[in-house]
């Protein structure tokens, strides 16, 4: 058996780290298994909402982040097969139409609710003759159409308990009561397609093998094995992890933009720390800045999940960024260096100097303008550090600036005007930086270059 998973969003905005976790869950599963498929697929049958651009963005930011599908299909291309499964579900009689409104059934719900009775559908469309379904037709009312769940003996009208069990990847041995659950519905009165009838033919289609997904999930996986029986179709595992939320609780949405990958990026995060919290918020371990998603996947135990929803925490990915650009080689940030106008001869020896002070790799700019500029506005100074700056200019060793020469230039410093501490290193770091904070002088001065220090201690 060929190991195939599929991450299924629906584009109609830009996914979130809630996303990314389901995408992720699902690719590192796929991946620790020879041969392990990892299909993308659009659940984009609503037109309304369903977008073209948002798919290719979608597409973009699984890329970023280092998940490229080995297949990619679209649920607007494939309503066919849906078609075709729908008419076998009909012909079986397990597909039934039913007419009753939106407030009809929301009346009906409520005056359940008020006897004390759960709110399931009573099947009353079932009890509707041939000469009732005309005069709704003449009425112009269209039906939508429900999937009679297999939970009953001989009479639709006398439901029995009726378990589904499976044992679940991440929340181990799971029951649905098909008898607590109302006939789903798989078609709507303008004939589009609700969820669940085109996901289940996909799966069986491309060979699903295992379906890993949000725990929001769970009763519907009930449902959907019932469905997958009816139409014949293998049943592939299920694996439901704990949903993200906003610190606050909220739940992340793709329509609002909250913490979407595409803003993320813009806001120059790393790739592997939001993959690194994505993943790891809600699992056994400290959360840690993973360097690659091989070691991500090393980590990863599906089955010691929270059984809670995880919150994901601004403050966290801020830490996780900053600890990957910290330990970031210089050939893995080369290009953003260079782009920042960064000589080339001296970008990775730049990046390794400036590295630790930066939280994001965007912030080295700020770096790069003050080393190479040559027109540096020095701030001022109480006289006698600038005579002190005076006495440095003239103790700075001949030659060109190496590895040594801040140690040689400041232990000279030292001995001729008895600064030490603060009054001896202070004083060369604003003239040099701007700054009374930042990256060792030692590995900037020779990025400086001694035109540039000369100049701005002058």
């Given amino acids: 058996m060929t ?8 584009p109609t905005g830009r996914i979130h780290i809630g996303n990314l976790r389901t995408a992720l869950l699902n690719w590192l599963f796929a991946k620790r298994h020879p041969g392990g498929r990892f299909v993308l697929r659009f659940d984009d049958t609503d037109a309304e909402r369903s977008r073209r651009e948002y798919a290719d963005g979608i597409e973009t930011d699984l890329a970023w982040i280092g998940l490229r599908p080995d297949t990619v299909v679209r649920q607007s291309e494939r309503i066919g097969l849906y078609d075709a499964a729908a008419e076998r579900l009909r012909s079986a009689g397990l597909l039934y139409p039913c007419y009753e409104t939106p407030d009809e059934l929301d009346r009906r719900r409520k005056r359940l609710a008020a006897r004390g009775r759960p709110p399931v559908y009573g099947r009353e469309a079932l009890k509707l003759t041939e000469e009732d379904k005309a005069q709704f037709a003449a009425e112009g009312r269209k039906p939508h159409w429900r999937f009679l769940l297999p939970n009953f003996s001989t009479d639709p009208f006398a439901p029995e308990r009726t378990e589904v069990t499976w044992d679940d990847l991440m929340r181990g041995a799971q029951t649905v009561d098909l008898a607590s659950l109302s006939d789903p519905v798989l078609i709507r ?15 069986g289609d491309l060979g699903i093998t295992h379906v890993i997904r949000g725990d929001d999930h769970v009763t519907n996986t009930g449902v959907q094995i019932a469905i997958f029986r009816a139409l014949g179709l293998p049943v592939p595992a299920f694996g439901h992890h704990n949903l993200l939320t906003t610190v606050s609780g909220e739940g ?7 913490l979407s990958l595409a803003t993320l990026r813009e806001d120059g995060y790393e790739p592997m720390a939001l993959a690194s919290l994505a993943v790891l918020v809600g699992m056994p371990g400290a959360i840690e800045a993973m360097p690659d998603l091989d070691a991500l996947g090393a980590r990863l135990s599906f089955g010691e999940a929270s059984a809670g929803a995880s919150k994901f925490d601004p403050a966290e990915l801020d830490r996780l960024n900053a600890d990957l650009v910290h330990a970031m080689p210089a050939e893995a940030g080369r290009d953003r260096i260079l782009a920042m106008d960064v000589p080339d001869d001296a970008a ?5 100097a400036v590295r630790g002070n930066c939280a994001k790799v965007a912030e080295a700019a700020a770096w790069a303008r003050i080393v190479f500029a040559d027109d540096f506005e020095r701030p001022d100074l109480p006289e006698e550090d600038r005579a002190f700056l005076a006495a440095a200019r003239a103790h700075l060793p001949d030659g060109p600036i190496g590895e040594s020469s801040w140690r040689d230039w400041t232990g000279a410093l030292k001995s001729a005007t008895g600064r030490k501490g603060k009054a001896l290193f202070m004083p060369l770091r604003l003239a040099l930086t701007g700054r009374d904070h930042g990256p060792e002088l030692a590995a900037l001065l020779p990025l400086i270059g001694r035109e540039r220090v000369l100049a701005r201690l002058a």
Avoid at 3 to 10: D, I, L, N
Avoid at 252 to 258: D, P
Avoid at 348 to 352: G, I, P, R, T
């Fill in 348 to 352: 990775d020896a730049f990046w390794l």
């Fill in 189 to 203: 009165a303008d004939g589009s397609y609700l969820y669940t009838l085109p996901s289940i033919v996909d799966d």
């Fill in 3 to 10: 190991v195939t998973v599929r991450f299924a969003p629906s």
């Fill in 252 to 258: 992340l949405s793709k329509r609002s933009g909250a």
